[in-house]
């Protein structure tokens, strides 16, 4: 593409103008259907500059930018190989453009604009010849679909972007990013507010996360932004909005997955694998892109796509260096662990039990981040959860036992560990238990789901992992770590009872998202535990 001077760029080539599909220039009809008769009688009756924004002043605007669009499209039509022709006009049209981001003060008027059927004549000129025009128009689009504009007028705000959808305002937003080039500041900006405007109409409409992924290349450019090495301000951007688009919707996680985006990512998280990022915006970039690889690492194919690129090896290795990306490293391995058999395997063949174990017993790198009780806390979490994955996914066998002898290694502190963990987060469900029975009886009616989710996240979850690892520990029969167990519950004043009430109510609680048969599995395996551990 050929970078010349901002809006009078010369042109070499001539080019047939983008009418829309709606409508095109017909005399006294004007663009998209629009009557300009009617709009000029309204502009003659209200004469000056535009100074209130209402029905007839939004009117005056369309029609004047409906006139300078008409005229530089005739103008390239005769002059196609004269840009000095048409100069003058893009240039009106681009002060045309401008002028129409005061809509976005009244987005109560969108139903109107739509209605005008203006918005075809907007969203074509994104294929417009003279990139600036282009430009214009993203920007006006980003200003016009901005959260703070939108506050409070969703039905408005729902009908324009429907119409922009209709008018394939994501397919040419997309296209049109193909055209920019990021070595010259504006179209910098203008790859910035296109993502902005993506991100708009998603805050909007969410099937938009969906439609944009099915209709566009745009995961493609994503993926490939976020795999360039410098870092700047669209590449922290692409990583959100990746983020964004792959957070709720297992169908984009399946559809980068076979884009060969596990891998993409993990190559754009490597280059942090021994080093930290140089700036705040450069962290959250990074745990952007791990919150990415989590959500590829939903569907059970990319998982195992996650295992072919080496994921397992590149998180123990962040690990090992011990910088920033420590912890995200830990949530990425349980992601992949969970429910997913050959992951655990690599995990113990590749040498990773000696690293999670470290951060198991508190021995995790310090810094300001790691310093925070609430970082420290998910740091905790998400290791239960990854060793209580780790007993899940390794059944039998000799890495069954390797997993096993860690608890019994330098005189069970493992399980002193665990049994620490146990106490603590029994003494928090207990408080939140007690807090909410005073609840119901201030006569503050909660249903017994309610209930439990408060309890959940006061920490119940985690203390049924920590549950669910005592009964592996104790069904293995290993008299030194039963013997170990027993002693840690007397001195906490606690019995095998109290675990197998939690193991009960985890068991009553399991859900059927995977299918009744995973779950009558996963009760079968809480049941054993209840019953190893009522032997004497």
Known sequence: MDHRSKRRREEETGVLPLVSENGGFNGESGFGGIDLSLLEAVESSHNGGVEVLDLRAMKKLVLSFERRLRDNLETRMKYPEQPDKFADSEVELHEEIERLKILAGGPELYPELVALNTVPSIVDLLGHDNIDIAIDVVGLLMDLTDEDVLEDNDEPARILVDALIENNALELLVQNISRLSESDPDETAAIYSTLATVENMIEVKPAVAELVCERTKLLRWLLGRIKIREFDGNKQYASEILAILLQNSTANQKRLGQMNGVDGVLQAVAMYKSRDPKSSDEEEMLENLFDCLCCLLMPMENKERFIKSEGVELMIIIMKQKKSAYGSAIRALDFAMTKYPPACERFVDVLGLKTAFAAFMGKIPLSKKNKRESYQEE??????????????????????????????????????????????????????????????????????????????????????????????????????????????????????????????????????????????????????????????
Request: contains cysteine; aromatic residues 6%; charged residues 35%.
């Open 379 to 536: 740091l905790e979490e998400r290791i239960i959860s990854l060793i209580a994955s780790l007993f899940a996914g390794i059944t039998r066998g000799s890495r069954r036992e390797r997993l096993l002898s860690k608890f019994v290694e330098n005189e069970c502190e493992k399980i002193d560990r665990l049994m620490e963990l146990y106490s603590r987060y029994s003494d928090r469900v207990k408080n939140e238990t007690e807090r909410l029975n005073k609840l119901e009886l201030d006569d503050l009616e909660m249903d017994e789901e309610e209930q439990y989710n408060r309890k959940l996240e006061a920490g119940l979850y985690t203390l049924q992992l920590i549950a669910v690892i005592l009964g592996h520990l104790w069904s293995s029969e290993h008299q030194q770590m039963r013997g170990r167990i027993e002693l840690l519950l007397r001195q906490q004043r606690l019995t095998k009872e109290d675990v197998k009430d939690v193991l009960l109510e985890y068991h009553d609680n399991i859900g059927d998202v995977d299918g009744p048969e995973d779950k009558e599995r996963a009760q079968t395996r809480i049941q054993k535990f209840i019953a190893a551990l009522s032997d004497l």
